[in-house]
């Protein structure tokens, strides 16, 4: 095998990988709010819907984006969250385990 063809057939390998693993990333599930460890917490995709008579330590302006378990920014609109494996939050969402960001 020459350099050449080793050295395009090592840069192609790369490529796809690293193709392969961004597909990956950005195709990870959205949270179901049905999903039972969602219902477990109390999840919702929307904040401002939260039931405040089953979960009345939610508070006005808690969010996913502002808890200390959310994997993202501020600014992104779905991120990661520990409680949820791979599944990722709405950032405008709220679970019962919000925790005020430090």
Do not use: I
Not at 36 to 46: I, K, M, P, S, T
Not at 63 to 76: Q, R
């Amino acid at each position: 095998m020459n350099t050449n063809r080793r050295t395009f057939l090592l840069v192609a390998a790369a490529a796809t990988s690293s193709a392969c693993f961004a597909k990956t990333a950005h195709a990870q599930a959205k949270l179901d709010e049905k999903d039972a460890q969602a219902v477990a917490l109390g999840y919702v995709a929307d904040a401002t819907k939260t039931d405040t008579k089953k979960f009345p330590k939610y508070a006005k302006g808690q969010v996913c984006t502002n808890c200390a378990l959310y994997k993202g920014k501020e600014s992104d609109a779905w991120g990661g969250c520990p409680l949820f494996g791979e599944k990722q939050v709405a950032g405008k969402g709220w679970c019962s385990a919000w925790v005020k960001k430090a």
